[in-house]
Nanobody, 121 residues
Framework: QVQLVESGGGLVQPGGSLRLSCAAS????????MGWYRQAPGKQRELVAA???????NYADSVKGRFTISRDNPKNTVYLQMNSLEPEDTAVYYC???????????????WGQGTQVTVSS
């Protein structure tokens, strides 16, 4: 079984920083894409940042220049460094990975359970 465990969320003041981590475990063969999504109350879930196996990165316009996504392939871990946080960043952040297992060549998307990020003074 594949499991994604998130950590690093919490309460922070505007202008502060947080670093989210997401580690995958299980019979993983390969991870092609790692990403972070977020969902604020009353809003749809949106892509925040993603990084491919080749190292290409994509960011939502609202976080570009403030957030940085990175991955540690040997550890099956993805990070999201969040700087200059704003109240609008308040949401539940979900880790997502598109990966294949030892039993199947097909890739599936797996989700973390989510971690709350609250930006407030």
């Amino acid at each position: 079984q594949v499991q994604l465990v998130e950590s690093g969320g919490g309460l922070v003041q505007p202008g502060g920083s947080l670093r989210l981590s997401c580690a995958a475990s299980g019979s993983i063969f390969s991870i092609s894409v790692m990403g972070w999504y977020r969902q604020a109350p009353g809003k749809q879930r949106e892509l925040v940042a993603a990084v491919t196996r080749g190292g290409n990165r994509n960011y939502a316009d609202s976080v570009k220049g403030r957030f940085t996504i990175s991955r540690d392939n040997p550890k099956n871990t993805v990070y999201l460094q969040m700087n200059s946080l704003e109240p609008e960043d308040t949401a539940v952040y979900y880790c997502n990975m598109k990966l294949s297992t030892r039993r199947s060549e097909y890739e599936y998307s797996y989700w973390g359970q989510g971690t709350q990020v609250t930006v407030s003074s």
